[in-house]
């Protein structure tokens, strides 16, 4: 399949394609908005030529970088492979990790976003490093504990899982990094999610909600901890 551009614009209507929106994050219909002249792109014969979609949930214009596969004497073929120049921002609730932890997290989905796998995956191990510190003693037992249960509920195997494990918990330094591909990088975003998701998330919306509770649901005229001192 390939994305064919015409001189007389008699196709345009056609270029669409669904995509999840950076800015809505929403999976919708998103047809081309801006497309390149093509008569320019047969006179100067560019590897890459960008298009602007047209979100159709917010509107939002996004950017996409399609290679040139051919061209010919009225129309271009282009590759229908693109590049999404801006990703998805990937969300977590942050503000329930430690600080240090939340600023590394932030950077590694940052990373995430930006198609860098590998600068991924080393934010990653310092953020479960920074991590397991917050946690005090035991909290990488109990991180390891929370990976063999997601292993377990979302049936991963080993050689899936190994890389994984090898940089959240084993590798000392970013040379003995394994190399990720987005397959597993994708693993990767989310196991540590989920790690930091049952060692923090789960128990900061539990205390909380709790704590609400005690304070809006007491019987009429019970004494509140505080003025039954
Ligand atoms: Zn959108």
């Known amino acids: 399949m390939s994305i064919t551009l015409n001189k007389d614009e008699s196709n ?10 950076p800015y809505c994050n929403v999976y919708s219909r998103m047809a081309a908005t801006s497309v390149p002249d093509v008569s320019m792109v047969i006179a100067t014969r560019p590897k890459h030529v960008g298009l602007v979609h047209q979100c159709d949930a917010c509107s939002a214009p996004v950017f996409l970088r399609y290679a040139v596969k051919e061209i010919r004497e009225d129309e271009v073929i282009l590759n229908q492979n693109f590049v999404e120049l801006e990703r998805p921002k990937e969300r977590f609730a942050f503000s329930y990790l ?6 590394l997290f932030r950077e590694a989905l940052s990373c ?3 198609n860098s796998y590998n600068a991924f995956a080393s934010m990653c191990r310092r953020s479960a490093h920074s ?7 035991g909290g990488k037992m109990q991180a390891f504990e929370e990976l063999m249960v997601a292993q377990e509920i979302a049936e991963i195997d080993d050689a899936t899982l190994d890389p994984i494990k090898a940089i959240l918990f084993e590798v000392n330094d970013d040379s003995e990094m394994p190399i990720l591909n987005r397959a ?3 693993v990767l975003l989310e ?3 989920d790690i930091f998701y049952q060692c ?5 919306k539990l205390t909380r909600a709790i704590r609400v ?3 809006f649901g007491q019987e009429p005229g019970t004494p509140t901890a505080a003025n039954s001192a």
């Open 12 to 21: 345009r209507r056609e270029l669409q394609i669904g995509l999840e929106c």
């Open 98 to 103: 430690p600080k240090q932890t939340e600023v």
């Open 112 to 114: 995430y976003s930006a």
């Open 131 to 137: 991590a397991f510190e917050a946690l005090g003693e």
């Open 184 to 186: 597993q990088a994708g």
């Open 191 to 193: 196991i540590l999610k």
């Open 200 to 204: 923090f998330v789960r128990r900061g």
């Open 213 to 215: 509770r005690n304070l």
